[in-house]
């Protein structure tokens, strides 16, 4: 079965290698036969627009929502008529939802059809590279999953913890892709194409991390498109992070939501840019270069004298 479909570029599946091709078209077809999926004929045409129309949709209703919880601070009160408003936003939103999630599908059905797709078993790599990508899971609360990680040291060995954790009603629920034998298929990607040892080596390079800091900080206050909030489904930008003080490279910087709630209070949704995974994917989709600086002569890594 299809877990989760990461925005229009990656998919998860809890399905052995050889199934997952036709696990995602056999979804993808079932996306396609909704009402809403009838339409997407053009599947990149059609995802485009419609990615389009969505996001204009959720900044007019994130604006809406903004200026009912400037009320709410102000007055401390609501009338009954703007907390109806206030489901009314919430179920629009909904929809955009799906909508995202069947154009997304089209999309992905575009990208499989395309010889050069990648079927990969799942590795920690992976699934950390999808954090922050809207994944069309839905929680029971109806609100939409993320997934997150945490890494913990462990006898002197970092682990890795997944989770997928709903932004709305805080549920959370853990899981072990690699355990799971799932399998991702993807566009290639330079970084994640790279066997795992020679990956790690060229990630933690001296070199490497002080280009991906220079790179980030040049990216401040700039927002990802591809990174949504799942609540406000704006997408999120680069700001400085709470740690960024601790003058480590990682972790210096994060993904922020600038959504209000009707409480008044500020969004509180936060991506840590922690993990090399995670930065090589947020280049990868602000540059269109990840952190292996394939098809870059220029910029060419060197690790003890010896180009890479
Ligand atoms: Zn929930
Ligand atoms: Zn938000």
């Known amino acids: 079965m299809l877990e989760a479909l990461f925005g229009a570029a990656k998919a998860l599946i809890k399905a052995a290698l050889g199934a997952a091709k036709e696990v995602v078209v056999e979804t993808v077809k079932a996306l396609e036969g909704t009402t809403t999926g009838k339409v997407l004929s053009h599947a990149v045409e059609s995802w485009v627009r419609t990615k389009t129309q969505a996001a204009a949709q959720a900044q007019d209703l994130a604006a809406e929502e903004a200026e009912i919880g400037a009320k709410m601070a102000r007055d401390g009160k609501l009338s009954p008529a703007e907390w109806g408003r206030v489901d009314e936003i919430n179920e629009h939103?909904?929809?955009?939802r799906k909508q995202y999630a069947q154009a997304d599908a089209a999309k992905l059905r575009e990208a499989l059809d395309h010889a050069g797709a990648v079927h990969a078993p799942v590795s920690a790599d992976e699934i950390i590279s999808t954090v922050?990508?809207?994944?069309?899971?839905?929680?029971?609360?109806g609100a939409m999953m993320a997934v997150s990680t945490t890494h913990t040291q462990q006898y002197g060995q970092w682990k890795n913890k997944f989770a997928w954790r709903c932004a709305v009603c805080g549920a959370r629920e853990y899981f072990d892709p690699v355990k799971e034998a799932a399998t991702i298929v993807r566009a290639p990607d330079a970084d994640l194409d790279m066997p795992e040892a020679k990956r790690h080596e060229i990630w933690h390079a001296p070199a490497t991390l002080a280009d991906a800091n220079a790179r980030l900080r040049s990216h401040m206050g700039e927002a990802d498109n591809e990174v949504l909030c799942p609540q406000h489904l704006l997408p999120m930008k680069i700001f400085p992070s709470l740690a960024a003080n601790r003058g480590l490279v990682l972790d210096s910087y994060a993904y922020a939501c600038v959504g209000m709630n009707p409480d008044g209070r500020g969004c509180t949704h936060r991506i840590p840019i922690d993990r090399l995974a995670i930065t090589s994917a947020v280049l990868q989709r602000l540059e269109g270069r990840g952190l292996v600086q394939a098809g870059s002569p220029a910029r060419k890594i060197h690790i003890g004298g010896v180009p890479v």
Do not use: F, V
């Open 132 to 141: 922050g990508l809207l994944p069309h899971k839905t929680c029971q609360c």
């Open 93 to 96: 939103r909904s929809q955009l």
